[in-house]
Structure formats: C-alpha cells, structure tokens
C-alpha cells in the first residue's frame, strides 16, 4: 500500500489513524458482531456513537446550550432549500445575501425561490478573488437572515471578518473551513456544511441551529425531513440517517480531540497555509489568486499565468505521488486543499515539488 | 471477531465478502492510493465506481433504456415529498395512494401537502396484516400517479399481485424488497428505495423513474436538489454524493451477479422464507402476523401471544447470537428480516433455536 498526498477539494483526506480503525471495525464494532452499516439506527450501540458524535463535536467548537446539532443527509445544496424555507417569513420573507464565489452565488439563486433574496455585495467582478468589504454592508431592516459563504472552495477566500448584522441571525456555510480553527458559535444564528471537506465522507450535512430559529412555522411545502424541527425533535433519527458516515465523523473528532481540538490543529493549519504562501510569495513562476487579505488557510488556488505550464505541472505532479491538484473545473490552474487531515509533510512536499518545478522551467 | 446472526430491519446484514472487500481497500482503493472515501467525486477512478454500480444495477432488475436510475440521498422520506413534488399537475395535483402499512401512510400524508391525496384503499382496520385487494381498486381518472409501498417492512407484507392503473404511472417504494427477486421494471412509472435494508449502507435511496416522468415542470417551489432532473441531467453527480455508500452498493451489486443475479437470489430468499413460514404454520406456540396471502420473502412478524414470552424469548435469542429479532416498537413481537445477505444457515439456526425454546417453553 503507498498512500498519495491528496490535495483533492472534497471529498477530501481523512486522518490515516481513523481510515485503520474504520478497516480494522468493519466486520465487528467493538464485540457487537456487526459492522457499524448493518447496525439498526434504533440499536443502543449506534445510539451511543450518534451521541458521542455530537457530545465531541459540542466540546471541539464550544456550542452553546441553546443550540441544536442537526446531522442531515442532502449536502449543503439541499441546505440551499431548506434555508429559506425555515427561516423566511410565510408572508414576505425577505434574505440578504453577499455572493462572494459560486456556493454563495448558487444558494442565492435557491432563495428567490422562496421569497425576495438581496444580493447585498458581490465579488464576481474580479472573479471572486476577494470577499466583499463587510463594512459597507447594511443589512434589511426586514431581513430574516443574513447569509454568506465563509470559505469559497473555489476561489480560495475567506472572511476574517465577520458582517456586523444586530438582531438578524448570520447564516454561514462552512463546508470548506468547518472546524480548521476555533470559531465563536455564538455570532450565528445558523452555521452549516457538508462534511466532506474536512470533516468526515461525502453524505452528510451538519447543521448547527440556534434554539429560537428551529421554527414551527415554516413555509408551508417544506418537505418534512427538511422541516429543522422534525430532525431536532428527533435528535437526527427521524428517519434513518446516514448512520456509517456519522460514525466516521465522530472517529475524525475523536481524533482532532488529540490533535489538541481546534487550537491545536488551527495552530498546524496556519502553519502549513504559511509554508505554501510564503512560498508563492516569492515564486517568480507561480501566483496566488486570492487576494493576500482574504486568504483562506484551507484551499489555495495558483497559476503560473500559462495555461500549458499549468498542464505540465499538473501532470508531472500526478506522476509524483501529488493527487488532485488541479482547480476547479470553473477556473483552471491549481488549487491545493490543505484540509485539516492534511500532514505538515504533505505542504512541504508540495513546496520542494513546486520549487524543483520552477527551477526546472525557468 | 465472531459475528453474529443480524435479523436487523435495517440498516441490515450485508455480505461477508463485500464487508471484507471494503476493509481491505479502506486506505487504497485499487492503487490510486487513497481510500474511495477521500476520492473526489469529479475523479475519474469514482466515475468508474458510479458508471459501474448504475451499469450493474442495471443488468440485475434489467431496467429498460427509457428509464433513468438516480442515486439521491434523504432517504425514501425525501421521496415521500418529492414524488409528488415531481409529479403532480402545478394545478391541482391529483394522487391515489394505497395504504397497507406504516410507510405507505406517511408516505400518503406528506402528499397530502402538495394537492389532492386520495386513499383508495387501507388495511389499517386490521393492523396492516393484509395488502388491500387491488381487483378493487379505481384509479381516478384525473390521478397523476397511484403509490404503493410493495413491500411493508413493519407488517411482512407484498403485493403478489399490482394494481392495474392503465395510463397512470404506478409509483412503487421498494425499500425493503429491493432486488429480492427478479421484477418487471416497465410496469412502473417509479420504483425506488433506501438501499439501507438489502442493498448498502444507510444514506442513500435509489430512484428508477421512466424518462417522460422526468420533468421540467415540477411544483414551482421544488428544491433544485429534489428535482430528479437536476440529478437525470447531471448523472446523480449535480452536487457529491454519498460516494463511499454508492461504491458499498456496487460491491453488493457484483456479489448479487455472482450469486445467479435476481433469480439466484429470489430462488434462496423463497427457500429462507418457506424455512421460517413452514416452522411457523406447524408450531404451537409462535404465530406469524401477515395474512398467508400477502406474507413477505422479506421481514417476516411473528408473536407468541404473550408479551413476557416474547421478552424472553427476544432476550434469550439475543444471548445465542441472534440479533435484532424484536419486532418494530410500533407492534411488538419479533420480526426476522431476512434479506439477501442472511445466509440459509442463519435461518436455519433461527428456527432450530426457535423449536428449542419452543420445546423448553411448552
């Protein structure tokens, strides 16, 4: 077996640790004769690691008292939906959105389905290469939400400030950064994300809802499993969930619980980002392409400015152990995601790759 | 590792050699050098995974070239909403449903949100132990579809025989059926299920929907996601899916190929199933619930007649290696799911341990 680096954007990669203990679980969970698919979700053993799942991921981002940990099946996109419908008004709801890359710019494209959605600031001038001045923003005074992007994958932006938004709830998707540094809970309203990214397999969602925003009185169509109240009510287990994948997620937080929770792989996290930027920084071949201020410490997109180049570099990386580095399909050039999971040595392999490249290519 | 007999409704028992497949890829699948859970799914090795799993889906139920195969995630209580969401007139929607047991009847309300539900039939007057008469049924005749729930897991009941609905697609959830035994695919407008009882993992459902029911013009506040031509058009991959659950799934597709495809599978799940009902239809002191006409190959209820005897008998199996025989919290009572990964053996141990108790118990 030889393992590649993988700066894949999500799916993504998993601590080494938690793929063997996954392996070495699958025929029989911990002496219950099963693996952990083929449990009941009604069972007392997979009741346990649902709760110890949330139990951890409470302790690793402080969530307070009063909000609730939903862990739903949809991903992020059904999130776009299921936004609106729980939080805007029957009569006239009303959304601000700032559109600072494609997820931002397609979950408002979802909420005009349901009322009236106002882009409050966009960033798709420049290509989305900066989030937008947070502020100038003035928020509806009828707003039910304000909502954002935290982390643009794609373009490799992410907001080091927060809109100032007073009585109306923040909504904020943090696939990509979601839990990569510690963050105060208690500024939002909703903080959500698929978990694909950094956090566990494709095919879960978590949602993490203040108490006073898990409503009754949705919009009237909202399909039940996407009402928040029936999976609050039913602490997740309305319906079956994706109960394989929870167990992974909560394999990925008893391991960040060792990594020193989010201080301490923000620590790690900051570090590697350092070694990458610094290292475009001074690159006479390659470029970052977010703007300095606005760079994300999860996924760093770069150019050499040729398209061929890119190509080259793309290739030669592939054939050296260096998988999923090429940027999104939208944008071109390279992107490295460097996810939580993502070793030190991994950055540093990348850079010494990168500076043999350019010096091969001068 | 000793495993057990799992007669789990599901989640539920997956074959041996796919559960083993599975730890021994865990950290390299196929020499990409990464696990299949950290893959992107923009990748060429899981375009491969996913092209695969639909081409043997496929060939096992033998699905006609008009029909498409989504994998979505939510569950089969996504689809209880999206059905209707997909198929009912903007104006006025019409539906007829069937209800035979606990699924079919959620499946019913939620339908009701989205226009005009009737109930042509119900078996609720005796406890779902029966599937309604369908030679009595009348579809109306402004009905977008008629909906039926093949096979009730709770119950142990099937429908031997379908309705007859003319031009009116027939909507069929097949969870806990799904590819038991061979099906004629064109006699339905929409099959579909959770593969979390005999197909894969929990976290993902399964939809085969004839083409000209793949619409544009779905109710106008449908989220992109619950759209099936949002997933038609984008070949399931409109955003991730549930990757690893969908590769899971192709193991049991090939298994179930190597297995003599739906025939050979069919042929040993009547065998299980005459095992257990020819046990039941002799014994003194255990009765099977569902009426003989409409029994299950699949989940098949079964009671004393006395709920301490039940307690014990269910505490007792529980120490012998017999897991998840109680019966559903909403009737009690035991229940054997035997779906197509519960080898023959695991029924036989099943009925021998009955008789045991049987005989100790007179």
Same mark, same amino acid.
């Given at each position: 077996m030889s393992r590649v680096y993988n700066f894949s954007a999500g799916p993504a990669v998993l601590p080494e640790p938690v793929l063997k203990q996954a392996a070495e679980e699958m025929l029989d969970y911990q002496g219950t004769g099963m693996s952990v698919m083929e449990m #009941?979700?009604? #069972?007392k053993p997979f009741q346990s690691i649902i709760d110890t799942a949330e139990a951890d991921l409470r302790d690793l981002l402080a969530i307070p008292e009063n909000y609730k940990v939903l862990f739903v099946q949809g991903g992020a996109t059904t999130q776009f939906a299921a936004i609106p419908m729980n939080l805007? @008004?029957?009569?006239g709801g009303v959304a601000d959105y700032i559109v600072s890359g494609s997820w931002s710019k397609k979950a408002f494209k979802e909420a005009k389905m349901y009322g009236t959605a106002n882009c409050l600031a966009s960033s798709e001038d420049e290509t989305f290469s900066y989030v937008p001045d947070v502020d100038a923003i003035k928020v509806s005074p009828d707003a039910d939400y304000l909502y954002i992007c935290q982390n643009e994958t794609i373009y490799g932006t992410t907001y080091h400030k927060l809109p100032e938004t007073g009585d109306v709830p923040l909504v904020s998707d943090v696939s990509s950064m979601f839990l990569s540094e510690p963050m105060d809970v208690s500024k939002y309203g909703v903080i959500y994300g698929g !978990?694909? @990214? +950094? !956090? =566990?397999? *494709? =095919?879960l969602a978590i949602v993490i809802v203040r108490e006073d925003l898990v409503r009754e009185d949705v919009l009237p169509f909202t399909p039940t499993l996407l009402r928040w109240k029936t999976m609050a009510d039913a602490g #997740?287990?309305? +319906?079956?969930? *994706?109960c394989y994948t929870i167990y992974i997620c909560g394999l990925v937080f008893k391991w960040l619980k060792e990594q020193g929770g989010l201080e301490g792989i923000g620590k790690r996290n900051h570090e590697k980002a350092a070694l990458l930027y610094d290292f475009l920084d001074q690159s006479k071949l390659f470029k970052g392409t977010a703007r300095k201020e606005d760079r994300s410490i999860m996924n760093v997109p770069f150019i050499t400015g040729d398209a061929d180049l890119d190509a080259k570099f793309i290739a030669e990386a592939g054939e050296n152990n260096i998988a999923n580095i090429k940027g999104h399909r939208s944008v071109g050039g390279m992107r490295a995601s460097i996810y939580n999971a993502m070793p030190v040595e991994g950055v540093q392999y990348l850079v010494d790759f990168m500076a043999k490249f350019e010096k091969e290519n001068a």
């Open positions: #009941s979700h009604r #069972s805007m @008004k029957a009569e !978990v694909q @990214k +950094n !956090v =566990g397999p *494709a =095919g #997740s287990l309305y +319906n079956t969930p *994706a």
